[in-house]
């Protein structure tokens, strides 16, 4: 692999660290989505019972079932490669975490036409590629190797991991959110 580009072994978080707060996340996919197969099939039946003609009760059982274990597992796949969540302190891509003080430059957005360095390189996370439906924001780590952070609203993500990565660079620690009215 090319000396620009991050190994798997050059970005570890540690895990005991005080990550702050929430600044942004991704969840990858929604559960109702495993649902909708065996819904379609039970509107089926309800269908064929109210229509008054033969019941294919079992073969829409087993179509529910196969429809739902597939859905089950391609959200499950997607929110353990897909999502993301971003700290005061680390960002989290799929399954891979880096500190925000492993990143040593955010680029802003490309708005010329000639693509630029970093949308060539790999996506942070397990995956080969920025995941559909999502933008790259290109970095560079303290290592010198580019990468690309990935979100759906990119805007949104982009101004909040440069406002930390800001935050990290002034040497600021996490802010402390201030307790409830109803906390003790």
Partial sequence: MSEEYPDDDDIVADESADEGEVLYAESGGAWWVVAIGPVLCLIVLVTEIIGG????????????????????????????????????????QGAQTI?????????????????????????????????????????????????????????????????AHQAIELGLGPRKRAPRPDED
């Fill in 53 to 92: 003609g033969k019941l294919h009760w079992p073969a829409l059982l087993v179509f529910a079932l196969v429809i739902g274990g597939f859905s089950l597992v391609q959200v499950y796949a997607a929110r353990t490669h897909v999502s993301m969540m971003l700290t005061e302190r680390s960002l989290r």
């Fill in 99 to 163: 500190l925000l003080d492993e990143i040593s430059e955010i680029f802003p957005e490309n708005n010329s036409p000639e693509p630029q360095k970093w949308e060539s390189a790999p996506a942070l996370g397990e995956l080969s590629a920025v995941p559909r439906r999502r933008k790259g924001v290109g970095i560079r780590m303290t290592n010198g190797k580019l990468a690309q952070a990935w979100a759906r609203d990119v805007d949104h993500f982009r101004s909040e991991l440069t406002q």
